[in-house]
């Protein structure tokens, strides 16, 4: 299944819903009010929209998420490649760490996950 885009106010209020799910709609509204600055029907709103998308459930009163937040993250960044890279994932890397200092600890975790990738990637050959 595909995950759902989310834009960016969306992403803001889905964020106070990882960080305190499963939550009242009562607390979200209260929540939406304190942090982003939202009237109660701006946050009813957007959990009747994210709902309709299958983002998240509202179930008595009580809301919860239908998507991971690491889902979405995934998602934006597919979208990014595809569009702004022409798919390729070398030259998104290179584009990300053109200008930007990286520390070792930065780049031995990259270097791990590049191996874990390649070791996922000769079990499925």
Known sequence: METPKIFESEYRFCRLLWEHEPVRSSELVKLCGEQL???????????????ERGVLVNENS????LIKEDEVRTAEIDELIEKKFEGSLPAFIAAFVKNRKMTADEIDEVQRMIGEMRTRSDRCD
Do not use: D, E, N
């Open 37 to 51: 600055g939202w009237k109660p029907t701006t946050t009813y709103t957007v959990i009747k929209r994210l709902s």
């Open 62 to 65: 009580v809301v919860r998420s």
